[in-house]
Antibody, heavy 115, light 111 residues
């Protein structure tokens, strides 16, 4: 059974960076991309980018280019999403998601940006 | 540009059926989509992948009363025998090389 377990709640000040982790299990980590999706309170789902654990490359949604970095460490089957220059509008729940035959969501990580 | 359009809301009575629509932008008819459910206060849950031939593959534990279908650029999720626990937001999602796209979501209310 594929499982994605994310790191815990984060509270950050404007201008800071946050790094959220996503531990994968139940499948071959290098066989599926990991994507990151966020959701602000009361809003819809917003895709941020992807990472290919096999090749080590990543791609990002245009609106996050230059501010987001998605990486992975295959030895510990963990993916990371780092978002920099945080502002209050980045307050949201961040999800890692993987898609093979089906789609598996992490449990979500609340990131609050507040002064 | 690849865009998915969903109606913001839908409602139906307990025990009835509701059919949700997700429309692909013109020229993008041949895309597989996924449907996800988000219960109030919870994270999204994968429901099914809906193929371009109308076949679908459901996630673990998804009941038979949920089904998918297609017509041209439209993708549907039908929930039969509507129950109170079906009250949720439903999102469609698709993908192309290097991008994912989500619809705006449909809030389903059970009357």
């Amino acid at each position: 059974q594929i499982k994605l377990v994310q790191s815990g709640t984060e509270v950050k000040k404007p201008g800071a960076s946050v790094k959220v982790s996503c531990k994968a299990s139940g499948y071959t980590f290098t066989s599926q991309h990991i994507n990151w999706v966020r959701q602000a309170s009361g809003q819809g789902l917003e895709w941020m980018g992807w990472m290919d654990p096999k090749r080590g490359n990543a791609g990002y949604a245009q609106r996050f280019q230059g501010r987001v970095t998605i990486t992975g460490k295959t030895s510990i089957t963990t993916a990371y999403m780092e978002l920099s220059s945080l502002r209050s509008e980045d307050t949201a729940i961040y999800y890692c998601v993987t898609m093979g035959e089906s789609v598996t969501w992490g449990q979500g990580t609340l990131v609050t940006v507040t002064s | 540009q690849l865009v998915l359009t969903q109606s913001p809301s839908a409602s139906a009575s307990l025990g009835a059926s509701v059919k949700l629509t997700c429309t692909l932008t013109s020229g993008h008819n041949n895309y597989v989509i996924a449907w996800h459910q988000q219960l109030p206060g919870r994270g999204p849950r994968f429901l099914m992948k809906l193929n371009t031939d109308g076949s679908y593959t459901k996630g673990d534990g998804i009941p038979d009363r949920l089904s998918g279908s297609i017509s041209g650029a439209e993708r549907y999720l039908t929930i039969s025998s509507l129950q109170s626990e079906d009250e949720a937001d439903y999102y469609c999602q698709t993908w192309d090389t290097g991008i994912w796209v989500f619809g705006g979501g449909t809030k389903v209310t059970v009357l």
